[in-house]
């Protein structure tokens, strides 16, 4: 995330210095958008790189065939308890999954000493629960009508799951900025090319 804010800033501010600069220095503004395009691409792969379990240690796959007639946000939530870590847990969404449809999505687990799989409603009401303390590195998990879950566990999973909604949905607005300023600077690149052919 912080990657994607450097981005849209350094993008933002070339915009500007192409927006106030003189017409005449055209080589140096298109060298000028070359850098940005690179750096709002750069920051897009990065961000798609760590935003998956692409470098997790041990990453845990997870198969979920939703078997409800409603549409669930499907997450997990590891949580670890160690000498050198401490304790601490860490919450990862993995998407939407329609009625009677199936999803899979990874997410790093290690060293953890169980984790939750949360599906919730499009109203943010937790639907499913289950607790996981196995060591494997797939499941496969069926969501039913009515699951039965702690109610107690439920309300703290709904705060985290909360908190990893917020930070997804920032994420979503910070790679759209840099796809559209992104966009912008490809466009002035193009205009740039275009003059110069028409002199």
Known sequence: MRTLIFSAFLLVIILLIRYFSSSNSK????????????IGISALGLNLIFDSSFAASTPVTLRIENLTEKELKIYSIAFWDNAWNGKGNYA?????????????FDFENDGTTEFWVIGKNQNNGIEYLDVITESKGEFDIEILDNSRFDEQKADFAEQLTFKTDKVTQGTQYLIWTNVILTGILILTLIKIKTGANNL
């Open 92 to 104: 990862t969404y993995g998407g939407k999954v329609k009625p009677n449809k199936k999803t899979e």
């Open 27 to 38: 080589n140096g503004l298109r060298l000028l958008s070359i850098f940005g395009i690179i």
